[in-house]
C-alpha cells in the first residue's frame, strides 16, 4: 500500500458524502482508522499502514484491533512516534 493511494480513498470519501458508501472508519478511542481499498478494509495510523494485513469487513479489523497483538502495536507506536516527530521539525522550521 502507499500513501497516496490513501490520501486519494480519503479525499474521495469527501466527494461521495451523499452516498451511503464510507470510505473510512475511525474507530473509537485508538488512533486507528479502517480504510476501504478496493472490496477490502486495511487499518491505518495517519496515511500511514499500519499492517499488510486485510480485512472482508470493519468489524473484522476492529476484532484485530482488539487483539493488540505485540508486532501491530509495535508498528503502530512507531508510526506516531514518526508523525509527533515530524510535527515538531515542522514546528521548529517555522
Known amino acids: 500500500m502507499n500513501n497516496l493511494k490513501i490520501k486519494k480513498m480519503k479525499t474521495k470519501e469527501k466527494e461521495v458524502e451523499n452516498t451511503t458508501e464510507q470510505i473510512y472508519t475511525n474507530v473509537d478511542n485508538t ?6 481499498l478496493e472490496k477490502k478494509y486495511v487499518i491505518t495510523i495517519g496515511n500511514e499502514v499500519v499492517t499488510n494485513k486485510t480485512f472482508q469487513t470493519v468489524e473484522a479489523a476492529k476484532k484485530y484491533i482488539d487483539k493488540k497483538e505485540y508486532n501491530f502495536m509495535i508498528v503502530a507506536f512507531a508510526i506516531c512516534y514518526d508523525i509527533i516527530r515530524k510535527k515538531k521539525e515542522e514546528e521548529n522550521n517555522n
Open 31 to 36: 488512533p486507528f482508522t479502517i480504510v476501504k
